[in-house]
């Protein structure tokens, strides 16, 4: 069996864990409808990660993104895209530590650190609103081959159509096909 082959019937098994509760028939419908794919290899899967891959491209490296879900209640940017998997978990302040100087003063320091999710659906249901809000909704204005278009060409493309007499010519249609319906309407009484 080749690898492309155990990569297809480990996502027929992986969807089968996706029949198994409501939650996460809403989780892969979902995915369904954001075009992402699951690429969880078999070892991925008996450790308990869960990878998927999303069909926008990193704008730096022009590679798929992946993200991943682990046991451990991380959940990170897995893959090639980037130089180094970093935690999408929300960030929270951790408990103050003091340490003693040598004066006999006391510095407080504090740190911020990962809130981790522990349970496996809950950590997908993240990672799915997450890719929404940080991927899809964030490159909206990006087009297919991944190029970055800003607001201000956009509508300065609008403009110049709009100098060019498009929207008179689409006006001037629009009344044609107007009086053609009136025409037809009344021929038909």
């Not at 027929?12 to 699951?38: C, P, S, W």
């Not at 704008?59 to 879900?69: H, P, R, T």
């Not at 911020?112 to 909704?137: A, H, Q």
Request: glycine content about 4%; some cysteine.
């Amino acid at each position: 069996m080749n690898k492309e082959q155990k990569i297809l019937k480990q996502q027929a098994l992986n969807r089968k864990i996706y029949a198994n509760d409501t939650r996460y028939e809403k989780v892969f419908h979902n995915m369904e409808l954001l075009g992402i794919q699951d690429i969880t290899t078999s070892r991925q899967h008996k450790n308990g990660t869960i990878v998927w891959r999303l069909p926008i491209k990193d704008q730096d490296s022009g590679i798929l993104i992946e993200v991943a879900s682990f046991k451990t209640g991380y959940v990170r940017n897995q893959g090639k895209s980037t130089h180094s998997n970093f935690q999408l978990n929300k960030r929270c302040e951790n408990e103050p530590e003091y340490f003693k100087l040598p004066n006999g003063d006391y510095r407080k320091f504090t740190t911020r650190g990962c809130v981790l999710i522990p349970i496996e659906i809950d950590r997908l249901e993240y990672l799915i609103s997450y890719c929404l809000k940080n991927y899809y909704i964030k490159n909206a204005n990006r087009i297919a081959d991944g190029n970055y278009v800003p607001k201000w060409k956009f509508e300065n493309a609008i403009e110049d159509r709009d100098n060019q007499g498009w929207r008179t010519k689409v006006k001037d249609l629009e009344n044609k096909l107007d009086t053609i319906k009136r025409i037809a309407d009344y021929e038909t009484i």
